[in-house]
């Protein structure tokens, strides 16, 4: 499954710095703007304690094998993206093969790190990259528009009516300097449509508070300023019936480097230990990029191997089992599921079969997230 996160931001704010604890993957980081020019792309390890548990039971031969999420590093932005300024169009091309979107604002004094507009102002930055973003998708709206009013008018066509009435809506908030993200739309026929824009200010984003040491377990003044900034940004949830503010995370980069360096599993969680945090933010962060994409994990455990698998959320048995293969979903039979919890209480899949506690679930059976999955099929 290549759904990404895309990690955004003025220069100099910490994304390559961010990015390297992320993946060690060693993108350049340097103390001047435009220092990542192409993306970098890492293939993240998700963090999943569950993995864990279940192997010390199982005692897998083949090992634990976890799941990723990809994380990609974009180039900074400055003002004028929208119009070419800096390396605004690639910037934005790149943005706009992303899924949802880490925004990384700067949340800390440091006079040895030049900010690229002179002062620290996390609001007055994500404005900016706000601003352009949403200048770039009127840009589209208003072109599209155009279009859809011909084709509407031309011969009836409903679908292009539909859509303009949902370009209405967003010319309408963009044109206020609002992101689409916080249209609220009529239904799911609108909702639809709107996918099909491809709006930059329409994907799901988090923001990422990069606070100085002393601010990393409690935040600072520049971190509250962000959450008063960001409260009106709603968006409806993946169920598509609760409004959600967008998760504001607080982390030290400096420090997730410096963690990243440790050899062992001991020494990273006594230095977490020691400034008072119990987990580290690259974990809680690459947690929420997961949840960001809307992304859930069923598991397979046994004598061989444990593995954790990736599906989109509300996804159903056969879809899940393609994720393991395609003959899977194809000659789907049924599927049984044990729930993680029974299988740690009860000791496995033996003692949870006795139990009663092993279901059979056939085609319609929406597969929850942490089910343990076996898979039953004929081609």
Excluded at 83 to 112: M, P, Q, S
Aim: net charge negative.
């Amino acid at each position: 499954m290549s759904l990404q996160c895309g990690i955004v931001g003025l220069p100099n704010v910490g994304k390559s710095t961010l990015f390297n604890c992320l993946s060690n993957a060693k993108a350049q980081s340097a103390n001047f703007p435009f220092c990542t020019i192409e993306p970098n792309v890492g293939v993240i390890t998700v963090p999943d304690e569950r993995l864990i548990k279940l192997g010390e039971l199982c005692k897998p031969e083949r090992g634990v094998i976890p799941t990723t999420v990809e994380i990609v590093d974009i180039a900074g932005l400055v003002k004028g993206a929208s119009k070419g300024e800096g390396l605004g169009n690639k910037f934005l091309a790149n943005i706009r093969e992303t899924d949802a979107i880490i925004h990384v604002l700067r949340c800390f004094d440091d006079e040895n790190v030049v900010h690229v507009d002179g002062s620290v102002n996390p609001v007055r930055d994500k404005e900016i990259i706000d601003a352009e973003l949403q200048l770039k998708d009127l840009e589209t709206v208003e072109s599209r528009i155009q279009k859809c009013e011909k084709a509407a008018k031309a011969g009836g066509d409903k679908q292009a009516k539909l859509q303009l009435e949902v370009l209405v809506k967003y010319r309408e908030a963009l044109s206020q300097g609002k992101n689409a993200r916080t249209v609220e739309l009529d239904n799911k026929d609108q909702e639809a449509a709107a996918r099909d824009l491809f709006l930059l200010t329409n994907k799901p984003v988090m923001y990422v508070c990069n606070v100085d040491e002393a601010s990393a377990v409690k935040g600072n003044a520049y971190v509250e300023q962000v959450r008063e900034a960001v409260k009106d940004e709603r968006r409806v949830s993946a169920d598509g019936q609760t409004m959600q503010e967008p998760q504001v995370l607080v982390l030290a980069a400096k420090i997730e480097s410096e963690i990243a360096e440790l050899e062992s599993y001991e020494e990273r969680q006594l230095f977490l230990e020691e400034i008072g945090l119990q987990e580290s933010g690259v974990n809680r962060l690459i947690k929420a990029a997961y949840a960001l994409l809307n992304l859930r994990t069923f598991l397979t455990a046994g004598s061989d191997e444990v593995r954790a698998w990736t599906f989109k959320a509300g996804a159903k048995a056969p879809q899940c089992a393609g994720v393991i293969h395609t003959d899977f979903e194809r000659g789907f039979i049924r599927a049984e599921v044990i729930k993680y919890e029974d299988y740690i209480a009860l000791g496995g899949e033996a003692q949870c079969r006795a139990a009663g506690k092993l279901g059979i679930e056939g085609k319609d059976y929406v597969v929850q997230d942490g089910d343990i999955m076996h898979f039953l099929f004929n081609v």
